[in-house]
């Protein structure tokens, strides 16, 4: 299966949990593909299977800038992605309140309009607890590496 890890990152927090996640997923069998700035073209030429978002938050609660472009071509482009399975890993600061996680909603969000059907409960990383995201984020992505083979 492919996976397609779809990443936004400000001070590079969550490039390298996108890495580690492409890594896990690469050991477990899945066609994993990462990439810092992903075009439309370059995903829609990978043709993914399944996708993962790891994101964090800037500003006001958006999306990293990073980010933003491939973003708003899959909203303006909405390709037909229904049924295929997806999750979100959000990284955030608890600290800045109604906007902690917000880019990790916005995935969520573009996701359903995408027909993308989350197989996971999103995984909300919080700055201010977490230490090490990588190890943090491992129980999470064991669960949707189990989630996924299942829909192999």
């Not at 977490?130 to 083979?149: F, G, R, T, Y």
Request: with cysteine; net charge negative.
């Amino acid at each position: 299966m492919k996976v397609a890890i779809l990443s936004g990152s400000v001070y590079g927090t969550a490039e390298e949990v996108a890495r580690h996640a492409e890594k896990r997923l690469r050991a477990a069998g899945f066609e994993a593909w990462h990439q810092a700035r992903m075009t439309l073209d370059e995903l829609l030429a990978f043709a993914p299977q399944a996708f993962l978002g790891v994101t964090a938050t800037t500003g006001m609660g958006e999306l990293p800038d990073n980010l933003q472009a491939l973003y708003f071509a899959l909203r303006e482009q909405l390709p037909d992605w229904r049924g295929m399975p997806g999750a979100v890993l959000a990284l955030g600061d608890s600290s800045y309140g109604e906007t902690f996680c917000a880019g990790g909603e916005m995935l969520r969000e573009l996701y359903a309009e995408l027909g993308i059907r989350e197989v996971l409960p999103m995984l909300r990383l919080d700055a201010s607890e977490s230490v090490n995201p990588e190890a943090d984020a491992e129980p999470w992505l064991d669960e949707l590496i189990s989630l996924l083979q299942g829909c192999a």
